[in-house]
């Protein structure tokens, strides 16, 4: 126990210092449900009017461990051929606190159901704090950390684009632009490039699937992830066609960590899931995170994408 809480320190003290390192993307197990705070292509949804929200507490019993809060709403507007949406992501971890509040507009083109394209834009800002004042060190006035109260407010904006066809789906994206070119500091939120691709199958009867494999970059940085998605349904008669029942999911990723995700749909429209996250990493194997997450979804009657037999839907993603 001496030995993690070593281990804990050293990490607070590293993002308590000065210019050592950037803020990194929030990393949520269940981004595989809904990719806009990353690629904000993906809101174009002709299917529904949706609402996202996941919440993650990282590595359980370590103070300061970091939280994150997770918002994403939706709209696709038909007559326009538009989405628009709003997204809101506040993350703290140890004497740090960032939020990211940001408007997202995404235009789709394509072909009914054989395919379609679409291109997304969000801008915002972003804004990162740090309380050193309640940092309570070992040594007094240790000259290596920052004691005072900082905070910096920054313009951000993302893009991305993401190609839907009947059973693949590819996209990439680029976020924090204005990080570009910009040296590593404590307040700058860094650019990061996601590029993924997956295969869906919603023909079967009793079930839907998808496989899929990411890649994030940033700067020299890069972590691969794969995910596998079963969703299960239940037939309900000739009438309303099969109902989503609840989904299993499992995501491993190359800097060793593995989440087990399920999800229950408690009405058509409604959906709750839990993911737990582990890592491998030497020194926080035995502290898992715990994410939870509820998804709504308000069907649209004029949506081009939609089969017209339950909630079977061509454009599941």
């Not at 997204?87 to 004497?95: E, K, N, Q």
């Not at 995404?106 to 054989?114: D, N, T």
């Not at 040296?183 to 919603?202: E, M, W």
């Not at 399920?262 to 020194?283: E, W």
Request: with cysteine.
């Amino acid at each position: 126990m001496l030995v993690k809480s070593r281990t804990i320190l050293m990490f607070i003290l590293l993002v308590s210092v000065k210019g050592v390192m950037a803020q990194s993307d929030i990393s949520m197990a269940t981004h595989w449900y809904n990719r806009a705070n990353y690629n904000p292509a993906f809101i174009a949804r002709t299917e529904y009017l949706y609402a996202f929200v996941n919440a993650r507490q990282q590595w359980s019993g370590v103070e300061g461990a970091p939280k994150v809060l997770n918002v994403q709403l939706s709209g696709y507007v038909h007559d326009l051929h538009s989405a628009f949406g709003l997204s809101f992501v506040a993350d703290r971890i140890g004497l740090t606190q960032a939020t990211n509040p940001i408007l997202t507009y995404a235009y789709r083109m394509g072909h009914k159901k054989k395919w379609s394209l679409s291109m997304g834009l969000s801008a915002g800002m972003f804004t990162h704090s740090i309380d050193g004042s309640r940092f309570d060190a070992d040594i007094i006035n240790d000259p290596s950390l920052l004691y005072n109260q900082e905070r910096v407010i920054s313009p951000d904006a993302s893009a991305g684009i993401e190609f839907l066809s009947e059973h693949f789906v590819f996209g990439f994206s680029s976020t924090h632009l204005f990080s570009i070119g910009k040296p590593d500091n404590l307040f700058l939120n860094t650019n990061h490039r996601y590029g993924y691709c997956i295969y869906k199958n919603n023909k079967l009867k009793l079930l839907f699937y998808k496989v899929g494999l990411q890649v994030v970059n940033r700067k020299n940085f890069i972590v691969a992830e794969g995910n596998v998605f079963i969703r299960f349904k239940h037939p309900t008669g000739l009438m309303k066609g099969p109902r989503e029942i609840f989904d299993l999911g499992l995501t491993y990723r190359s800097s060793r960590q593995m989440a087990c995700m399920v999800g229950i749909m408690l009405t058509p429209d409604l959906r709750i899931g839990y993911a737990y996250d582990q890592s491998f990493i030497t020194g926080y194997n035995r502290n898992g995170t715990h994410e939870i997450m509820i998804e709504y979804r308000i069907f649209s009657p004029a949506a081009s994408t939609r089969i017209r037999c339950g909630n079977e839907l061509f454009g599941v993603r």
